[in-house]
């Protein structure tokens, strides 16, 4: 193997240096990322909100989602704005623009989405999905 050079000992010192100055950097920032517990989606059929509870573990959901009362593809992201209207989520604008008959709370043009059941939204979990791909 031969000796180790000089150079070697220093970049090796200076590697450890830099890896305990970002490791000391990550663990002490306080400006940590908060996760969602949930997100909202509407039907596209029928202009209903859900409330998509995460649960622990898993924090990723497939659009289109599975709507829990009839086991299809149609529901899509939506958040409230400050001043109380739904805005559609500008990542499924383009899919949303491909759906036939299209409940009439869209209004794509404006990316806002007046949901039938805007101040009470259905509460569903994953369970709730999975009891429709026979999990």
């Known amino acids: 193997m031969g000796s180790v050079r000089p150079w070697q000992i220093v ?3 200076v590697a450890l240096i830099a890896l305990g100055v970002g490791m000391f950097t990550f663990l002490r920032n306080p400006n940590h990322v908060e996760r969602a517990d949930s997100i909202f989606l509407v039907d596209t059929t029928t ?23 009839t086991g299809e593809r149609t529901l899509y992201r939506a ?38 059941n805007a101040d009470s939204p259905s509460k569903m979990s994953r369970r709730d999905i999975e009891k429709h791909l026979g999990r």
């Open 47 to 69: 202009g209903r909100l859900f409330e998509y509870e995460f649960g622990g573990g898993r924090r990723g959901v497939l659009i289109p989602t599975i709507n829990p009362d």
């Open 79 to 116: 958040h409230q704005l400050e001043d109380g209207n739904w805005e559609l989520d500008g990542r499924d604008l383009t899919y949303l623009y491909e759906v036939e008959d299209l409940h009439e709370a869209f209004d794509l043009d404006a990316r806002i989405v007046d949901p039938v």
């Open 11 to 13: 970049l090796f010192a």
